[in-house]
Each structure stands twice: as C-alpha cells, then as structure tokens.
C-alpha cells in the first residue's frame, strides 16, 4: 500500500501559527431513533411488592433513566461496520391504589435492550494513555484498545401506560426476562430496597417512549484554524459581599408574571423561535 498523505489546509500566505493540532473524538456515524416500549415488566421492591399484591389499580407516574450500557462488536465481513449493543436501565415510579385514598407511591426497575449497526471505520492501532491503571488490567479492554467508542445519548423516557396482570389467570404467560446477577450493583443502588424476581401475585408491565441519539467516535488528531486562547473575560459574581436588599435591587420587575402575554405576542414569539404550540398554555 502507498503512503497516505495529506496536505495542510494552511495557505503559505497564511502565518502558520493560527492553526494548532488538537486531539478529540470525531463522530464517524450516528442514529436517531424513537422506541415505543410495549408491556415491559417492572421488577419492584419489597415493600412495592406487597402493596401491588393487593391494588385495585396502578398508574405509573414517571420514567427516568438510571443508566445505559453500550458494547461495540466489528460486524464479520463487513469491514468498518460495528454492532452497538445498548441496554438500558430505567427506574420506574408508580402510584398504586389499594383502596379509596390516595394512592401509594412505588418504585421499580424496568429494563429494555437495543441494537444499532453504524460506520466505525477500522483502525489496527493499539491506544493507551498515561490515566490507564495498571492495576486494573482487563483482557477485554486490551483487546478492545482500537474499537471506536460509542456514545449514546437519551432523556427521561416519556411514561404512557401501565398496567397489572395477576399470575393466577389463566392468560398470563409471564415468563422472567432478566437475571439479577446481570445487573450492575450502582444500578440496584438506586433503589432503597432489594427487587422481587418471583414469588409474587401480581406483575407490573409498563409502556414507555424512548428518544434516544447513538454515535460512533474515534480519537483523532485535526488542525484547527485558533485565533487565541480562551482567556475568560467576565468577572465572577458573588453574593457574600451584598447584601439581600442589595442582591434584591439587581433583579427586573417580573412585569410578564402580572401581565400575562397577549396571543399575538405568542404567535410572535413562537414563530421567531420555529415553535408552533403556543407559550400561553
């Protein structure tokens, strides 16, 4: 194979001092995608265990995400194409109605796994760097040196339904989907009790949408145009040296909370910013 080479995108005119090499991560592929995750079980705590036994009803109440876990494979006989294996972690918050008061509060976990196939390119450069541990030596890292890396970016997920399914009626086919050893400890950290894997009445199953953006990274060296350093130029503010009254003084008059806006401010406003739902909801 013959040398690669490549020219500096530097003119001779130009002083060569206004361009540095930097090293950062370059998005080499990424995906967005919107999952609508149908009837995932909610594995509960103890203590939300024993109250769903005995509901009458459920709603959920909110999704978060605790954590998602990405794993990158080369793809066989596709060189440069990786497999992006993510599995997610989500806490689940639930109100549960066991009678005609308010409802009581429980936490579960749910989990969902994805798959995404994206350019990584290839490289065959073993990478190590001074912050590596020697102490903590792991096989498959080392193996892993010249894999891109992958980055997955996610919000809460948005909770729509929930529903509570009792293992005595003959229609359920409720089988376990996950193992408990699999679950990484600051996961089951989150919650103040131990999950529930079996032994109980009644299960919970959850739907929740899910916006989530996977990119594929490599480290890489670019020349940059600079044009100085980032030397900041606003002072820091502090609020020992003031008093209340002083601190109170700088805020404006908070004229929009007693005069609300008009609709055609909004109309305004929203078509200056591409937004089509109007601010006075």
């Known amino acids: ?32 995608d919107k999952d609508c995750i149908e ?32 794993d990158v494979e080369p793809i066989p006989f596709n060189k440069g194409y ?34 995404a196939i994206l350019f990584g390119s290839d490289g065959a450069a073993k990478v190590f760097e001074s912050r590596y541990s020697y102490d903590s030596f792991d096989e498959q890292l080392w193996q892993k040196t010249n894999m891109p890396k992958a980055v997955v970016e996610v919000v809460d997920p948005l909770a729509l339904s929930a529903k509570v399914v009792d293992l005595d009626d003959k229609m359920c086919c409720c089988t376990d989907d996950i193992d408990f050893s699999s679950v990484p400890e600051c996961v089951c950290h989150v919650f103040d009790d131990r999950l529930v894997l079996s032994g109980e009445r009644k ?44 601190l109170f003084e700088k805020i404006s008059f908070p004229f929009d909370e007693f005069f609300p806006p008009e609709r055609e401010e909004c109309e305004s406003f929203n078509s200056a910013v591409g937004n089509k739902h109007c601010c006075c909801d």
């Open 82 to 115: 990786y497999s992006v294996d993510i599995k997610f972690f989500f806490k689940i918050t639930l109100d549960v109605f066991t009678g005609t008061g308010r409802p009581t509060q429980v936490e579960g976990l749910a989990t969902f796994d994805k798959k």
């Open 39 to 70: 009837d995932a079980r909610v594995f509960l705590t103890a203590c939300g265990q024993e109250l769903v036994d005995k509901a009458m009803n459920i709603k959920v109440k909110k999704a978060e995400i605790i954590w998602a876990f990405p």
């Open 1 to 32: 194979m013959g040398e690669r080479k490549y020219t500096s995108p530097v003119s001779p005119c130009e002083d060569i001092k206004n361009a540095v090499c930097v090293h950062t991560d370059k998005v080499y592929d990424s995906c967005k």
């Open 203 to 246: 299960r919970v199953f959850v739907s929740i949408g899910l916006f989530s953006i996977v990119k594929l990274e490599r480290s890489v060296q670019l020349l940059i145009p600079a044009y100085d350093f980032c030397v900041p130029q606003k002072e820091c503010t502090t609020s020992c040296d003031d008093s209340p009254c002083d």
